[in-house]
């Protein structure tokens, strides 16, 4: 095993450690309020309201607190698996203890409804509050000291070779540069440089990886080829037929592979699966949501006496036009010279109490109606306007592949991606999505979807010069 190798699988394995201890530290404060609080209120005799005894509970033998505090972990694994929270080093600080909250709360609520139906009464709620309340204590402290450990002493950034086609790599250098403590890109190199050259700087060990970038699609089939051969790390930027390549399904004819990409995007069993849960879930958060929805339309009539709902001509599967419904978030005709744009930085259209709701995605409540009559589906491609999709398509014909599945509230490129990141990313966040569906991507989507809700640059608005770069740079990067 060579040096980078160790390294990598030394970091990995830190990593997994640090994870690993986390898990069992917030489950031994469970097993603390479990045997202080929990097991004597389930074993203990049963009062019921008017003063019958109902019979003493339950009675565990050592295997059966193993099994409880077993469930307890196991939860406690999985939603930190779903959310991103036992990523230390990798994501940044603030991204994984809010992981790690999302993870608490939803372990402790189910925690809570099973200890309830344990005990076919409620049980009390302050031991739970203060479970809540100790493991968000140490989450903090722990995702901090983990960091603060994992960067002083494990890792720093790895240095890279860019090698870049004709086009500007101004976007490519300011997406690496957000994560400075992870990665360094210390050579740039064009693709017209020499076969010969660029292998041989791609040879050099003062790079810990490559990143291809923008490369026509015959130079960089050799370059990919060459450093898989020598064992060299490289962060590819796909096209769309790369995407589209990755969702196939892999037949064999006799001893020939054949990779089958599907002329369609959903099967019927996934599409019925799909919509059952589309129509229950709409229903259930509607009931749920419905004082959250009247103290929202109040605050966006009071704020200017205008109209409570703002309806738009989308488009969603097929092409097909259907009126959105959204909380008003600008003032009345925003766009009274009749022309579509994108929300930008600092917009002066969107009203204080727009900020608001946009800021928390309160706006988008009014479309569960939208799901509940059939218009959109929970997860899916966002839809766009008539005249965006128009705009786009001039440039990129290939922005019709998105609209192969109904358009979702929320989607792939939505809890991936940002409210401004360009079409052209967002076309391939998209098709990854609609190239590798189930119902589970379905249901972690969702779950991911509520963390976003709490992540501020997920709402935040373009750039006038990137509102103009955005059509181009998706034909240039189909060369």
């Known amino acids: ?79 930190a698996r779903t959310y991103g929270s036992l990523r230390v080093g990798y994501n940044k600080p603030l991204d994984v203890f809010l992981s790690q909250i999302f993870t608490i709360l939803i372990v402790n609520v189910i925690t809570y409804m099973q200890l309830s139906l344990m005990r076919n009464w409620l049980v009390s709620a302050g031991p739970m509050m203060k479970i809540l309340f100790w493991e968000l204590v140490f989450a903090f402290c722990w995702t901090y000291l983990s960091d603060i450990f994992y960067r002083s002493f494990v890792q720093s950034p790895r240095p890279l070779l860019l090698i870049s086609g004709d086009h500007p790599t101004d976007d490519i250098e300011r997406k690496f540069g957000s994560r400075a403590d992870r990665f360094k890109i210390v050579k740039r190199m064009n693709i017209s440089s020499s076969v010969e050259e660029l292998k041989k700087e791609c040879l050099s060990s003062e790079y810990g990886g490559v990143i291809i970038w923008d490369i026509p699609t015959a130079r960089r089939n050799d370059l990919v080829k060459f450093c898989y051969e020598n064992r060299i790390r490289m962060y590819i ?42 129509v229950v879930c709409s229903l259930i958060l509607i009931v ?101 999709i128009k705009g786009y398509m001039e440039e990129m014909p290939e922005f019709a592949y998105r609209m192969n599945v109904k358009a979702g509230l929320a989607g792939y490129a939505q809890v991936y991606g940002k409210y401004n990141t360009t079409p052209y990313d967002k076309l391939k966040l998209d098709l990854t999505y609609i190239e590798n569906y189930s119902v589970w991507m379905d249901i972690k989507l969702m779950l991911l979807t509520l963390k976003i ?12 010069d990137q509102i103009t770069a955005m059509k181009k740079e998706a034909r240039d990067n189909e060369q």
């Open 288 to 388: 749920l949501f419905s004082p959250l929805m009247l103290i929202t339309a109040i605050s966006v009539f009071l704020c200017d006496r205008g109209p409570v709902l703002y309806k738009q001509v989308r488009c969603t599967e097929g092409r097909r036009e259907f009126e959105i419904l959204k909380f008003r978030s600008m003032y009345i005709n925003a766009e009274k010279d009749g022309v579509a744009r994108l929300a930008s930085k600092n917009d002066s259209r969107i009203t204080p109490v727009g900020r608001v709701i946009r800021r928390i995605r309160f706006d988008e409540l009014p479309q569960l109606f939208n799901i509940l009559k059939g218009d959109m589906s929970f997860i899916g491609p966002r839809p766009e306007r008539p005249e965006i």
């Open 453 to 464: 809700l709490f992540t501020p640059d997920a709402t935040e608005g373009v750039d006038e």
């Open 1 to 79: 095993m060579n040096k980078k190798h160790y390294s990598e699988s030394a970091k990995r394995i830190i990593t997994l450690l640090l994870g690993l201890i986390q898990l069992v530290l917030e489950t031994g404060i469970y097993a603390w309020f479990w045997f202080k609080s929990y097991y004597p209120e389930l074993s203990g005799p049963r009062i019921s309201q008017d003063g019958y005894n109902l019979g003493y509970g339950l009675k565990f033998q050592t295997n059966g607190h193993i099994v409880v505090l077993l469930i307890y972990f196991m939860l406690l694994f999985f939603f």
């Open 237 to 278: 930027m796909p096209k769309i037929s790369d995407v589209l390549l990755k969702g196939a399904d892999q037949l064999h004819l006799f001893d020939t592979p054949v990779l089958l990409v599907r002329e369609y995007s959903l099967k019927v069993e996934q599409r019925f699966l799909k919509r059952l849960i589309d």
